[in-house]
């Protein structure tokens, strides 16, 4: 990526990155573990930050911030700085579903740096204080949960009976 190399910690990773408006890469940031872990969502701030969406297994770092997984594998969410291209925040779903028990796949931010996720668990996932139970058992749900500015979760909606992939704003 430029002048810049990557190299994955696991089996594969996430990563994002920013090219100017000469079409030239500026920055690339990269997460992950020794699991799979998938990158899915992207939204852009508007003071240039960037929040990304996925899903991780086990643990992951997202620059100097480790997740660790609840059950076989989570979602997440993480902020990075536009600028420096280091990660400003990482947060997580938690849950005891297995078989890639929950993952992010759309992400919408706001001006005021609040977003929402949107994406897939099986058995249950939490969101904070609040905890998702599936409705049809073994079927997985979707969901979609906000988070404000410093990646603190606020809420997240009631299960659907299939996957939330996109979020229109």
């Not at 480790?66 to 902020?79: C, H, I, Y």
């Amino acid at each position: 990526f430029g002048n810049k190399s990557i190299t994955s910690t696991g089996n594969s990773d996430v990563f994002v990155g920013q090219f100017n408006t000469k079409g030239e890469f500026d920055w690339v940031a990269n997460a992950g573990g020794s699991g799979d872990d998938y990158g899915h969502g992207v939204a852009i701030l508007s003071d240039g930050d960037v929040v990304i969406t996925g899903g991780f297994e086990q643990s992951a770092d997202f620059g100097k911030i480790q997740l660790t997984t609840q059950g076989s594998s989570d979602a997440f969410a993480a902020r990075i700085d536009g600028t420096t291209e280091s990660f400003v925040w990482a947060t997580q779903s938690e849950g005891s579903g297995s078989d890639r028990s929950a993952r992010g796949f759309d992400v919408a931010s706001w001006n005021d740096g609040t977003s929402a996720i949107a994406g897939y668990f099986r058995n249950n996932a939490q969101f904070g204080q609040t905890r998702l139970d599936e409705e049809v058992a073994g079927e997985g749900d979707g969901f979609m949960a906000t988070m404000d500015a410093t990646g603190a979760w606020l809420s997240p909606s009631s299960p659907v009976t299939s996957p939330v992939v996109d979020i229109p704003v």
